[in-house]
């Protein structure tokens, strides 16, 4: 399967700025997905990102607030924009597993902090 | 109505014992159902996969999937310590594409106690 480094795997940012959290895959794949999951909370969808297109966002997200950017086939980025404390949360990027088995593999996380 | 229940536990349970994890769903459509399992700090680990109706073995673990009922369960054989993790069910109905229709259970906190 697929495998996947996510970075940073934790920050602490002050409200009001902005983090970009990049995800880098060992293969080339076609899509690459970015979760959050909050305290409590199933994983939700935030956008799927397509290379050499715009990220196809799910309903209650927006660009303007999680750009993401998809250069090539390998890496992918998420910025959480004007941060509130309300953005605190683990932040996810996954890919499809590769191996048959079906399903989908996940990068080991970001955790964010706001202050 | 939920699309996916999940009872969050936590469970504690001791070593060696049999583990049973369940989700609900509403949705007839689901047909693919997948169980991850989640250690603190990380990410979700693909745990096992299965298609409609049935059951799946992989070593400890059994996957069994009842339409009928729209219920599936994870069952966890000699449970050990290192099984202490959060599990998460995921089910969506159709395979590979865009995630839009993959939908997760919140995830049941499991501790296994030496």
């Known amino acids: 399967s697929a495998v996947i480094s996510q970075k940073p795997s934790r920050d602490i940012c002050q409200r009001g700025t902005s983090l970009t959290i990049q995800c880098q895959v060992d293969?080339?794949?076609?899509?690459m997905f970015w979760y959050r999951q909050q305290p409590g909370q199933s994983l939700t969808l935030i956008a799927t990102?397509?290379?050499?297109?715009?990220?196809?966002?799910e309903s209650g997200f927006v660009i303007d607030k999680f750009p993401i950017s998809r250069p090539n086939l390998t890496f992918s980025t998420l910025t959480v924009s004007n941060m509130s404390p309300e953005d605190s949360s683990i932040y996810l990027c996954?890919?499809?597993?590769?191996?048959?088995?079906?399903?989908?593999?996940f990068g080991s996380g970001t955790r964010l902090t706001v202050v | 109505q939920k699309e996916v229940e999940q009872d969050p536990g936590p469970l504690s349970v001791p070593e060696g014992a049999i583990v049973s994890l369940n989700c609900t769903y509403s949705?007839?459509?689901?047909?693919?159902f997948m169980w991850y399992r989640q250690y603190s700090r990380k990410g979700p680990e693909l745990l096992m996969y299965?298609?409609?109706?049935g059951n799946k073995e992989d070593g400890r673990f059994t996957a069994q999937v009842d339409k009928s009922s729209k219920y599936i369960s994870l069952f966890i054989r000699d449970s050990q310590p290192s099984d202490s993790a959060t599990y998460l069910c995921?089910?969506?109905?159709?395979?590979?594409?865009?995630?839009?229709?993959?939908?997760f259970g919140k995830g049941t906190k499991l501790s296994v106690k030496p």
């Open positions: 996954s890919v499809e597993h590769w191996t048959g088995a079906g399903g989908y593999t």
């Open positions: 293969s080339q794949v076609t899509m």
């Open positions: 990102a397509n290379q050499g297109s715009e990220a196809t966002y």
């Open positions: 949705n007839s459509a689901f047909q693919y």
């Open positions: 299965t298609y409609s109706s």
């Open positions: 995921a089910m969506s109905a159709n395979y590979g594409g865009s995630q839009g229709n993959l939908i």
